[in-house]
């Protein structure tokens, strides 16, 4: 039982300080929310799955030379993590057309991208998580020009260990979201969680566009097999060498 002082409640996660001050323990929830909380639910067993998942995600992104706030798994549904300052900036990067991209632009959903494209939008709730663009990022001080290429750069390294990654399991990556926070000696890590729900992850060579889906894409748009689909994708992930 842990005893220590909850520091931050978020949607996905708790923060629990530790006996060392540079250390967190993140404790994965079952609850599930949708655009920006007015669907609220429960996914039952998502927090196992999704700690175990994020899990060994990091640790094939830190041994591909990205640095995570990572550190272990005391147990399959809490995570130690490197203490960090959040950076309120929401990364998303795409590599097939699928939810805002397709309702803001009209482009066809499952339209392959040239490349990929890095998207940063406000981390602010209240304000409905906002697509930013560079300049208004610069002019909200939410970070510097240096800082703004180093996470656009890490954002595509990722994607390409994630893609091959995901590439292994059968599954497509087509678009995910993460964030970044800033440790005491002023390094960018990788933060947050990576899991289904902050991923859209369909089932390859699944024609069906709704049974490829195995995300929280079946959560926000009540397609049923949530938790089917969540264990499926751990079970797929943990078939996969770090
Ligand atoms: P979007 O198409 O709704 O902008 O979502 C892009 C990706 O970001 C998708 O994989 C889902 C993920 N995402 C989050 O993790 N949190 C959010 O609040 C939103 C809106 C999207
Ligand atoms: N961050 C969003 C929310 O909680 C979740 C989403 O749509 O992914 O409401």
Not at 50 to 75: K, M, V, W
Not at 79 to 98: D, Q, W
Not at 193 to 211: F, K, Q, V
Request: hydrophobic share 40%; with cysteine.
């Amino acid at each position: 039982m842990n005893c220590h002082p909850q520091i931050y409640e978020g949607k996905a996660k708790i923060l629990y300080a530790t006996d060392d001050p540079e250390i967190l323990l993140a404790y994965f929830k079952d609850d599930a929310t949708a655009f920006n909380a007015q669907k609220r639910g429960t996914i039952v067993g998502k927090g196992e799955i999704n700690c175990q998942i994020a899990a060994h995600l990091f640790r094939a992104i830190e041994a591909r030379g990205i640095a995570t706030h990572y550190i272990d798994c005391p147990s399959t549904h809490e995570m130690r993590v490197k203490s960090v300052k959040i950076i309120p900036i929401e990364v998303v990067v795409r590599n097939i057309a699928a939810g805002s991209l397709c309702q803001q632009t009209g482009i066809a959903l499952g339209t392959i991208l040239p490349q990929p494209l890095v998207e940063f939008f406000y981390k602010n709730d209240a304000l409905g998580d906002p697509l930013l663009t560079r300049d208004r990022l610069l002019l909200m001080e939410l970070a510097t020009p240096e800082q703004i290429e180093i996470l656009a750069a890490k954002a595509i390294e990722i994607d390409r260990i994630l893609q091959e990654f995901f590439q292994q399991c059968g599954i497509t990556l087509v678009d995910f979201k993460i964030e970044f926070g800033v440790d005491k000696h002023q390094q960018i890590l990788l933060a947050d969680e990576i899991s289904p729900d902050s991923c859209r992850l369909w089932l390859t060579g699944e024609p069906d566009a709704n049974l490829r889906v195995l995300d929280k894409d079946r959560f926000r748009r009540d397609l049923g097999n949530v938790e089917d689909a969540y264990q499926q994708v751990l079970a797929r992930v943990l078939g996969v060498k770090e």
